[in-house]
Nanobody, 124 residues
Framework: QVQLVESGGGLVQVGGSLRLSCAAS????????MGWFRQAPGKQREFVAGITWSGDSTYYADSVKGRFTISRDNAKNTVYLQMHSLKPEDTAVYYC?????????????????WGQGTQVTVSS
């Protein structure tokens, strides 16, 4: 069992930056593919970014490419999402997810564990 706890959300102005963190429990974190998803009010949860177990490969939704960076520190059991040039449409609850495979992909069903989410609000 893996528990995921997100932090770092908050209120930021348009063009600002935030860094989200996701701390994972368990000794098998380094074997999991990790991802970030988000869900805005009235919308379905959508993929944001993913990273392989080793951190050597990352992938992003087109809407965040060039602005967001996912990374991980396996020694700290933590995955990060650095967000720059934030837009009002980035406002959502952001969820961290872990999949029991090296690369978990862009779909919900690829992930086995989910955090509770952290709110990001971008004001104009």
């Amino acid at each position: 069992q893996v528990q995921l706890v997100e932090s770092g959300g908050g209120l930021v102005q348009v063009g600002g930056s935030l860094r989200l963190s996701c701390a994972a429990s368990g000794r098998t974190f380094s074997t999991y593919g990790m991802g970030w998803f988000r869900q805005a009010p009235g919308k379905q949860r959508e993929f944001v970014a993913g990273i392989t177990w080793s951190g050597d490969s990352t992938y992003y939704a087109d809407s965040v490419k060039g602005r967001f960076t996912i990374s991980r520190d396996n020694a700290k059991n933590t995955v990060y999402l650095q967000m720059h040039s934030l837009k009002p449409e980035d406002t959502a609850v952001y969820y961290c997810a872990a999949g029991k495979v090296p690369l978990a992909g862009i779909w919900h069903h690829g992930y086995d564990y989910w955090g509770q989410g952290t709110q990001v609000t971008v004001s104009s």
